[in-house]
T-cell receptor, first 116, second 117 residues
Framework: NAGVMQNPRHLVRRRGQEARLRCSPM?????VYWYRQLPEEGLKFMVY????????ESGMPKERFSAEFPKEGPSILRIQQVVRGDSAAYFC??????????????FGPGTRLTVL | AQTVTQSQPEMSVQEAETVTLSCTYD???????LFWYKQPPSRQMILVIR??????QNATENRFSVNFQKAAKSFSLKISDSQLGDTAMYFC??????????????FGQGTILTVHP
């Protein structure tokens, strides 16, 4: 059973460009979460999605950031007009559909975004 | 809102010895879960152990065990027989199983653990 997949692992963008980060959850998982880790810090929650629905986006900046989890395909975290402060590691996690187990989140390897 | 505090930025231990990492949290909730995750130099986040707040028994996973003190809101991780591969950043995390913040993990700042040969 493959784990959570994220791609690309490393992404370099110039200021003003767009960054698209992809996450494929573990098989059988329909809950996806995105977290951001700035250098030397812990992970900070950004957004929680289920298939075709955003459940909680309280941790995501209101401008330039968006997330989706379509019925088919991976979850996408999109950052428009990137700035240097967006440089960070972005982690995706997934959890099962069963409500008794949805509290355990399994993480992907992360995408390291560098903005030049 | 929940907060998670790890007061030890760095710890070190000799191989085969035992080390304890501290974590305290603040919440008004009763239904929650606590986790320890490990982040080695590869940056992958690896689940180490999980504790349900309603269980009095401390969770154990092989060489890893926790000391969960609900009244004191303390959740420490004990690593026995430390191995070189245990060298990593360790994060304590809180999950609220109810209420409006359901779904998000709140992480502490992390503790860098170095195991010396």
């Amino acid at each position: 059973n493959a784990g959570v997949m994220q791609n690309p692992r490393h992404l370099v963008r110039r200021r003003g460009q767009e960054a698209r980060l992809r996450c494929s959850p573990m098989k059988g998982h329909s809950h996806v979460y995105w977290y951001r880790q700035l250098p030397e810090e812990g992970l900070k929650f950004m957004v929680y999605l289920q298939k075709e629905n955003i459940i909680d986006e309280s941790g995501m900046p209101k401008e330039r950031f968006s997330a989706e989890f379509p019925k088919e395909g991976p979850s996408i975290l999109r950052i428009q007009q990137v700035v240097r402060g967006d440089s960070a590691a972005y982690f995706c996690a997934s959890s099962p559909s069963d409500s008794g187990r949805t509290n355990t989140q399994y993480f992907g390897p992360g995408t390291r975004l560098t903005v030049l | 809102a929940q907060t998670v505090t790890q007061s030890q930025p760095e710890m070190s231990v000799q191989e085969a010895e035992t080390v304890t990492l501290s974590c305290t949290y603040d919440t008004s909730e009763n239904n929650y879960y606590l986790f320890w995750y490990k982040q080695p130099p590869s940056r992958q986040m690896i689940l180490v152990i999980r504790q349900e707040a309603y269980k009095q028994q401390n969770a154990t996973e092989n060489r890893f065990s926790v000391n969960f003190q609900k009244a004191a809101k303390s959740f420490s991780l004990k690593i026995s027989d430390s191995q070189l591969g245990d060298t990593a950043m360790y994060f304590c995390a809180f999950f609220n199983a109810g209420g409006t913040s359901y779904g998000k993990l709140t992480f502490g700042q992390g503790t860098i653990l170095t195991v010396h040969p």
